[in-house]
């Protein structure tokens, strides 16, 4: 079952703006990491977050941590055409190496 | 490094045909991971090893499906017989043991279809 769940679904905005876009999880975990999918191609690790931090910055991605909500958020900044993709959070528990992955969020940047 | 290496991109196959799935993970990882994905499911965890030992297959959903990790450096997912429902795009992952916070690294993944 999934774990983390994506809000929103689908998000278009224009090349230049920013996206934002959530996850929420259900029990407690070790971390928290966010994946990017291209169409056709595999996940690509962006970002992890500890249960112990709050955010985390790489380059034009900020991620934020709430574990008091089981809540976490991923902000791109001054977005472009190649960030079109769909991203998905991915949910760590403690002393395991299973992943829970959400249904994802597909983002649109329009030129 | 060349990354997790998945084999064939696209397999197309007949109902009740024989399919296998082959992965290479990355030099020196420890954990081997195959999940599958499809747009009604999303990415679902199939089977995990860890130093080629089967950790957990809940997730393999018939016994049609069977995993092996013969080595640390290969392993296969067969499907035996293949149903229209197991069209997919399967992935095999990989992360270093020594990662505590187990990132994984993903293959390009195989495209299945069975008619």
């Known amino acids: 079952s999934q774990q983390g769940e994506e809000d929103p679904q689908a998000l278009s905005i224009q090349e230049g703006e920013n996206a934002t876009m959530n996850c929420s999880y259900k029990?407690?975990?070790?971390?928290l990491q966010w994946y990017r999918q291209n169409s056709g191609r595999g996940l690509v690790h962006l970002i992890l977050?500890?249960?112990?931090?709050r955010e985390k910055h790489s380059g034009r991605l900020r991620v934020t941590l709430d574990t008091s909500k089981k809540s976490s958020s991923l902000l791109i900044t001054a977005s472009r055409a190649a960030d079109t993709a769909s991203y998905f959070c991915a949910t760590g528990p403690t002393n395991d190496y299973k992943l829970s992955f959400g249904a994802g969020t597909t983002v649109t940047v329009r030129a | 490094d060349a990354g997790v290496i998945q084999s064939p991109r696209h397999e197309v196959t007949e109902m009740g045909q024989e399919v296998t799935l082959r992965c290479k993970p990355i030099?020196?990882?420890?954990?081997l991971f195959w999940y599958r994905q499809t747009m009604m499911r999303g990415l679902e965890l199939l089977i995990y090893?860890?130093?080629?030992?089967?950790?957990?297959d809940s997730g393999m959903p018939e016994d049609r499906f069977s995993a092996k990790m013969p080595n640390a450096s290969f392993s296969t997912l067969k499907i035996q017989p293949s149903e229209p429902r197991d069209s997919a795009v399967y992935f095999c992952a990989s992360s270093p043991l020594a990662n505590l916070y187990n990132e994984q690294f993903f293959g390009p993944g195989t495209r299945l279809t069975v008619l």
């Open positions: 029990t407690s975990i070790n971390n």
């Open positions: 030099s020196g990882h420890n954990s």
């Open positions: 090893f860890n130093n080629n030992v089967p950790i957990d």
């Open positions: 977050i500890r249960s112990n931090e």
